[in-house]
C-alpha cells in the first residue's frame, strides 16, 4: 500500500482562461501562488490556494475538447467546498449571475448542499459543515 499523506492538488483544464481565473478567485475566493505562462505550450498554469492551502492548478491549453456529459462523465465528478452557511453562499452565486440548484439535504448526514457550474461546466458542490 502507498503510504498518502492527503489530496496535494486536482488539476483543471479550461477553455477560457481569463474566465475561470476570475471564476475561482473573484467568485470563490482563491489566491494566486504563482501564474506561469508556457510559451511552448501557448499554456497558462495557474496555481491556486483556499485559505493559504494549495489545492487547484489552473490551466489553459489551446482548443481543449469539451467535457464529454454532464455529471456523470468518466473521471472527476465534481469540487466540492466546505462553507457555514449555504443560503448565504448561494445569493453570494446569485449576486454574480450564477445560478445554483435548489439546496437539498444529504440523507446520511443532514448537511445541506449545492451544486453549480464553473465557466466551462465543471460541477462544483457546496456542502454545509
Known amino acids: 500500500m502507498l503510504n498518502l499523506k492527503k489530496l496535494h492538488h486536482v488539476a483543471i483544464i479550461c477553455s477560457d482562461y481569463a474566465r475561470s481565473?476570475?471564476?475561482?478567485?473573484?467568485i470563490l475566493g482563491f489566491t494566486i501562488l504563482q501564474e506561469v505562462f508556457r510559451e511552448e505550450r501557448d499554456s497558462y498554469k495557474l496555481d491556486l490556494a483556499l485559505n493559504g492551502q494549495y489545492l487547484i492548478e489552473l490551466f489553459s491549453f489551446p482548443a481543449p475538447p469539451a467535457r464529454p456529459t454532464r455529471p456523470e462523465a468518466?473521471?472527476?465528478r465534481h469540487l466540492a467546498f466546505e462553507v457555514t452557511d449555504i443560503e448565504a453562499a448561494v445569493q453570494q452565486l446569485l449576486a454574480n449571475?450564477?445560478?445554483a440548484e435548489p439546496?437539498?439535504?444529504d440523507e446520511y448526514t443532514g448537511k445541506k448542499f449545492t451544486f453549480f457550474p464553473d465557466p466551462d461546466g465543471l460541477p462544483v458542490e457546496l456542502y454545509e459543515h
Open 97 to 99: 449571475n450564477i445560478a
Open 74 to 76: 468518466t473521471g472527476l
Open 103 to 105: 439546496v437539498r439535504v
Open 21 to 26: 481565473k476570475k471564476f475561482y478567485t473573484e
